[in-house]
DNA sequence: ACGATGATGAAC
DNA sequence: TTCATCATCGTA
């Protein structure tokens, strides 16, 4: 069943935990996501929308089922969906897929690149995500600092990071 | 353990 | 104009 924008349309740490066990499906094939981070709001010194909107971030001020696409280190593509509530400027980082260990990996294996930032997350441009029955209990389930944002001070305390315990290393 | 990679945007 | 960044792979 494909997820549509009433699933996305929460607040970002409501979506993470939920997104665990869904389904990233490409012409490529299908996928179950196994950890992602979640980037919640302006105040959130971690996220890129902690300046306001700019032409890189602007997918992430707009409503929640777009995907949020760009570049990192000048070399590895980053996938994003946008959540809400409403167009809240936040968004939910997808780091593994099962047997796909890393957001830059990710993308590179399914290549994800820049065309596909800023469009929804439907069947149309072939990436989407689906529900296909997988259970993911809370206690299943660890939350983590998120990666690669030390930089964040408080916020890079935040345990934002959603994993299913069984695929961390 | 560390440098290279090289787009984007903030700080200077 | 310079510097840091939501990562990964070579080389040591």
Redesign the pocket.
Known sequence: MLLTPSFFDRPVLDVCPDLLGKFLVTKQGAWMITEV?A?DWVDDL????R??K?????P?FWEPWRRYV???????W?L?IVTGPGEHPS?I?L?WVESL??????T?HLEIS?KYNGQLADKKTWLWIEDRGVIVKKNQIACLP???????GEWAKKEWRFLIKKYSI
């Open positions: 981070e980037y971690a996220s890129h929308a300046h306001g700019t032409d890189r971030n602007a992430m760009y570049l990192v280190y000048g070399m590895y980053m994003n968004a980082l780091r260990a890393g957001p830059g990996k990710l590179k820049k998120r990666i690669g944002i030390d930089y964040a």
